[in-house]
């Protein structure tokens, strides 16, 4: 045993022992550095700047369409739920990284064995690289060198602390290259197999598989009889590992290659056109709807296409969520032709008729008419403005629903002249539509009459609003479009069959525009017709042109039971039958019904004296033809007997000239309660002919003001006064 001097020992040991720590502190500076730079060596964004191709999916994460990325590749972008199919995941990891489940990133038993492989052939045959350093390698796109080569397996291993091994498997499958232009998974899987790559066949995730493993030389045009031998091997090696049974094995090896990429779905292409770029956009559209609605959109648009009606567009919406489930920008876009890419229901078309069951209802609401109102239909000018039925017939008086569901012209602008434009055209912006930016006065009374622009989708959805207000006067509107007066233009027999619907009609002036729009207490439909280029058609109108689309539709959705029902508010109220209006106490004939509060200050029937029902002159002249049971009996010479048609009074006229210079005059009218009664006209107290049955005199005054007077064989009189310009 040997001996040594105490201090000495003590003295060695301490000087030991400050060396052993000194090397232990500068070790574990070391080691904190070592591990602060593996800890830093991974960027935060493996895939900075990487651009993505704009995605649109259905409600249900259908496929519907996709943009290619503004870098020219078709590269998805990131899903929700990035978790990599079962049977891809299967294959590559069989034919890439068999030990990528437990590896930690490197597997150093497979770069030993790159390393002698590589050795022995004398050049790289194989990279012994897992999953996780060709995710690195990706995200670098660095040369392939023994120093880069290092540098990813460092940062391989710090990747696999940060992401899950599904996580990582997501990322590789998100950014591999699949030949060409097309990057990952999900584009590779619609590109070469045209299904989303959940859906994927065995053989078919097994090519996917071997694909990004040299994409420029496995290629589906080039080298595919290598690409097949590669893509039967990891078959093999699958069937020998357990993951595939015989029977798939050897159907799997009769699966043919891919032949060139598929294009992928355009099931809504004008609504992908609104979605953002390089983005993944979960849309609103029911996919199987979508399809659906475009399918019979095509079909009627090839039809229409015929009658030199090219552009054709249709939306659903989905009442209580408000949400667009079908949308058809224009049906025609399948077909090659100049126009077919513009969205035609976003774009402002003239709205014809389509916009006054929002009137019915607001003057409704206001009590200013009540549901069967009379209402004038008789010729006037309104400064200029001369409104024109669409049968270009007058009907005396028609009660307000009747004129709503026939869509009558005239009394629509008699009722918008009561309502007031200004609050009209305030109404239609509060309800959505984006397109009438003049004021007010620019359309004046037109406006009811497709004076002013609309958008299919606005429309759409203000009627989706409109019909989803419980209130009294949008249920009377929809009871009034419900009586669906089936126009006799559109053949009935066309249309497999007539679903419950309320629905209108527009057609705007010149046969332009052909628009449909339909409710159900769940759906409503919008459809529009025409040619983008604005050019008309005779014979396009919105009943015979739109509708049977809107019924096609309403037949692709789920049958209802239901119908709207009729709210329990407003008021119990006596009404005129005849007149429609609040009953008086001559009205030999009335009703109780319910009507908005508001309707009680409205007018009581004028037209009831002593039992009869006796209209003004002017409504009668042109409602007696269409009413042979209306007698207009008169007791009482105090009612006025005799009133002007044309012009109303204060009008102001230009009377048109001929080429020699001549002027034409303007016809005059005026309406007796008789039929037989004799009228002598006088322009300025003077004498100037005299009229039987039928009360027209062309005259043409001079420029200036005039009056111009009518009197009866019983001295009833009646006056206008006007200017000539
Ligand atoms: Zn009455």
Redesign the pocket.
Known sequence: MLSRPYDVTVLGAKTGENVTKTVKKWMAGFCAGLFLAWWCCLPRDLFPGVRYCTVVESAEGELLGARIASDGQWRFPPADTAAVPLRYATALVQFEDRAFWWHPGVNPLALLRAVRDNARSGHVVSGGSTLTMQVIRLSRQKERTLWQKVIEAIQATRLEFRYSKAEILALYAAHAPYGGNVVGLEAAAWRYFGRPASELSWAEAATLAVLPNAPSTLHLSRGRESLLEKRNRLLKRLLEHGDIGLETYEAALEEPLPDAPLPLPQLAPHYVAHCPDGMRTRTTLRYSLQKAVREVTNRRSDDLAKEDVADLAALVIDNASGEVIAYVGNASAGRERPGSQVDIAAAPRSTGSILKPFLYAAALEEGIILPRTLLPDIPVNLGGFAPQNFDRQFYGAVPAAEALARSLNVPAVFLLRQYGVAKFHALLQEAGLTTLTADADHYGLSLILGGGEGRLDEITRAYSRFCQTASLPVWYTLEALKEVNRPDELDWRLIRSVRKAAWKTGTSYGFRDAWAVGMTPRYTIGVWAGNADGHGVPGLTGARTAGPVLFDILNLLPPEDEWFSEPDTGVWAQV????G?L??P?????ETILIPAAGLESE?????RDGD?VLPPAMEWFYKPHHPEYTGTRKSHTEQAVEFIYPASGTTLSLPRQLDGTVEGVVFRAAHHRPDATLWWHLDQTYVGETRFLHQLRLAPEPGRHSLTVVDQDGNTASISFEVK
């Open positions: 005129c039958v005849q007149s209006m009953a008086g001559d009205c030999p004939e009335s009581a029937c004028p037209y009831h029902f």
